[in-house]
């Protein structure tokens, strides 16, 4: 996953703003390469948290070929902005200033990790579990709680229960056995994680991944 800011009110190099505090969205929100691909994403943002004046959120990236190709991109530092775009159906300008335009409602309509973008405000870095958003805002995040929004949709987990023998098991599936946590880097069945490091990765270890399976197969 990453997270970041998406976009802020500061005045873009195309000559405006998208005031952050207008901004409404559904999620989940389309996370794109460079604001291309939008009926095919790499990703999705599942997390949005907007201020006065800033747009943070947090996205994961698909577990599949490209999306394990924008992540190589972005573990290298060659994708390490985001650009926020919005649905121009849903513009409404609240004033302009010398040629600056200044939007005061709009929709997100994508988000997009990109090497460069028009915000200089939205960069964003790999999500660690027990991170904070505070350090992408120039204020404690407490003083501005009483004017924020927030939507959260949980992400899929590809979770197919306690490894069987019998069972075929798809690329990007996780399983548990023997109490641990194992994703699927390759279709199989009939190979017991632990025996190819090829097909079965470790995830997560022994007893933390227990707990977290039966979290995640009650959601289910």
Not at 22 to 41: I, Q, T, W
Not at 88 to 111: C, D, H
Request: proline share 5%; with cysteine; charged share 20%.
């Amino acid at each position: 996953m990453i997270h970041g800011l998406a976009s802020s009110s500061s005045i873009n190099t195309h000559g405006y703003s998208l005031i952050a505090n207008g901004m409404d969205c559904e999620l989940p929100v389309p996370l794109l390469s460079s604001h291309k691909g939008y009926d095919a994403p790499i990703g999705e943002v599942f997390y949005v948290r907007r201020t006065q004046d800033r747009i943070y959120v947090r996205a994961q990236i698909n577990d599949n070929e490209s999306g394990d190709f924008a992540w190589e991109m972005i573990r290298s530092g060659e994708l390490r902005c985001l650009s926020g775009a919005a649905n121009n159906s849903t513009l409404r300008i609240q004033g302009i200033v010398e040629g600056k335009t200044f939007y005061g409602a709009w929709k997100l309509l994508e988000v997009s990790v990109c090497a460069s973008g028009a915000n200089p405000d939205a960069v964003f870095d790999i999500y660690q579990p027990g991170l904070s958003e505070t350090k992408f805002f120039s204020w404690p995040i407490a003083d501005r709680a009483a004017k924020t929004l927030v939507k959260h949709a949980e992400p899929k987990v590809p979770y197919a229960g306690i490894w069987a023998e019998s069972e075929q098991y798809e690329r990007g599936q996780f399983i548990t056995a023997s109490g641990a946590l194992w994703h699927a880097e390759t279709a199989s069945k009939g190979v017991k994680p632990g025996t190819a490091p090829g097909i079965w990765r470790l995830a997560v270890k022994r007893g933390d991944a227990q707990r977290l399976a039966e979290k995640t197969h009650a959601k289910a």
